[in-house]
């Protein structure tokens, strides 16, 4: 169990830059965040339009490559790399990627043997760390909040407000409001933000884009008609590929063009309320609210495996898995569902979906997973399967159990009986082959790169690489800086599994 304690030479080295470490001294935090909102308010104090007004003003908060930038908050060393988060297998996608990595065209859903040919042998991929972009998440919209009381919230990583201080204000003032904003939310967390602002959520969500990486673009009331004019008309809010076909199919190519037709000749085009609302849109006229988004409709789960299921020997235990991983999050929110929802992607991408109803609804695993199983449909009739997800709908805070919970929980066929009185001959079982591994179970290995670990003497770290019996750690976290890695026997007693939450620290 020898350990060698020189830095290993893995390919990852150090960035020696001074990192934002939250227990910096607070003289010189207050003044970097200083130059930061003085540089992001001259922006707009120095615009023309800066003293141009609007009734309401909504921002659109966007964080910079989210899941990226919370590895390289958390992991020093990884700072100015270009960083792939996602799965590793043949059918892995990448789920996020930093601005290094995008600089080589990579990006987010894009297939990640695709991302890491474009970046290169500098390409560090890691897996995506739930709980640790959760509370981060989290951070950043509590600190939102203590200046926004209402936001929208559309994911992890972004949300609308609309700061009822900001009512009337100028371009200025609303520059300066974001830039103080953006501070907070660096203050806090770390992390940086880019925040949009115009007159109505479509105008802040393009203002975001605008602004990125690491800035704020206010759109005033002056320049939205041309500013939106110029753009492909597919950037408009709800024009998806069949709208933007039939647009394009009678030349209408720009928002400004879309805008141009008469509001009947769009509600012919495109239906009757979405027609109008679009052409309103087009127009630079969004007067929808800003509301904290309602509960979640379904909850569910659903994975990639790395070779196609073939029987159903291989489906009935994927579709329990996912059953299993959707009900933890169903008991985290705390309802109850009726409506079970099998999702089945097939090899074509095609995806076939097929939903059972309980007659109440319930939280019990065994009930809800034997729902889930009645609308499997077998592999050699439907096709290769290559994605299997279970969603749980109708979600209730009301529970009512059945009668009799063991009929709901029997599962027709898997006892093997039939309907038939008649004696049935049976061929001999063939060896079912085994379910493929998930997409996003990375690697078999146990010390797989990414994982978070813990050493008896040098703390909390990361695997940075494994293999022949030897697994290197690099020893760092949010608050450290740019860490050492040591190389360890695999078996190295002082090692263990650790939680990724205490990369925070």
């Known amino acids: 169990m020898d350990t060698v304690r020189e830095p290993a030479n893995s390919g990852i ?32 104090d120095s615009r023309p339009d800066a003293a141009v007004r609007a009734r309401r003003w909504v921002l659109h908060i966007d964080m ?39 600089v080589f065209g990579a990006r987010s859903a894009m297939p990640m043997h695709q991302a890491r040919r474009l970046v290169g042998a500098s390409a560090v991929v890691v897996p995506p760390r739930g709980v640790v972009y ?47 904003l953006r501070a907070l939310v660096r203050e806090r967390t770390g992390l940086v933000a880019s925040i949009g602002a115009g007159t109505g959520k479509q105008l802040a969500k393009i203002g975001s884009g605008l602004a990125k990486p690491d800035g704020i673009r206010v759109i005033s009331p002056a320049e939205q008609r041309e500013l939106l004019a110029a753009l492909p008309v597919r950037k408009l809010w709800g024009i998806g590929p069949v709208a933007e076909g039939r647009l394009r199919s009678v030349g209408i ?57 073939l029987t159903m020997a291989q489906l009935r235990p994927a579709i329990a898995a996912m059953a299993g991983a959707a009900h933890r999050r169903l008991a985290e929110d705390g309802r109850a569902a009726r409506t079970v929802v ?30 889930a199983q009645r609308s499997a449909v077998d592999p050699g009739v439907l096709g290769a399967i290559r994605l299997v997800g279970v969603g749980f709908g109708g979600l209730s805070t009301i529970r009512q159990e059945s009668l009799f919970p063991e009929l709901d929980r029997d599962l027709p066929g898997a006892d093997g009986e039939t309907d038939s009185p008649e ?83």
């Open 423 to 505: 004696p049935v001959l049976v061929a001999p079982p063939a060896t079912e082959p085994e379910l493929p591994p998930a997409t996003r179970s990375y690697t078999a290995e146990y010390w797989y790169p990414g994982r978070d670990v813990s050493h008896a003497e040098y703390g909390h770290g990361w695997v940075q690489g494994s293999g022949h019996g030897r697994v290197t750690i690099r020893f760092e976290t949010r608050s450290t800086g740019p860490g050492p890695a040591y190389t360890f026997s695999a078996d190295d007693s002082n090692l263990a599994p650790a939680d990724p939450l205490l990369s925070l620290l």
């Open 253 to 309: 190519e720009t928002v400004g063009a879309f805008a141009a037709l008469p509001e009947f000749e769009a509600v012919s085009l495109l239906g009757g309320s979405i027609g109008a609302a679009l052409h309103r849109l087009a127009l630079g006229i969004d007067d929808r609210a800003v509301a904290e988004r309602a509960e979640a409709k379904q909850i569910s789960a659903e994975t990639t495996y790395e070779r196609d299921i």
């Open 64 to 102: 910079d490559a989210f899941f990226a930038s919370a590895e390289q908050l958390t992991r020093p060393t990884l700072r100015g790399r270009p960083v792939l988060v996602g799965g590793t297998g043949a059918r892995g996608v990448v789920a996020g990627a930093s601005y290094e990595a995008r």
């Open 134 to 180: 959760g509370e981060l998440s989290a951070a950043v919209f509590d600190a939102l909040r203590s200046r926004i009381p209402v936001l929208e919230t559309l994911s992890f990583d972004e949300a609308f407000g609309e700061p009822a201080e900001l009512a009337g204000a100028t371009v200025a003032e609303v520059g300066e409001f974001c830039a103080e």
């Open 13 to 44: 080295s150090p960035v020696h830059r001074p990192a934002a470490a939250p227990g910096g001294h607070p003289a010189r935090r207050r003044g970097a965040l200083a130059d930061a909102q003085e540089s992001d308010s001259n922006r707009t």
């Open 342 to 371: 099998l999702k089945l992607k097939k090899s074509d991408m095609s995806i076939v979906t097929r939903s059972f109803t309980l007659p109440y609804a319930t939280e019990d695993l065994a009930t809800l997973t034997a729902a």
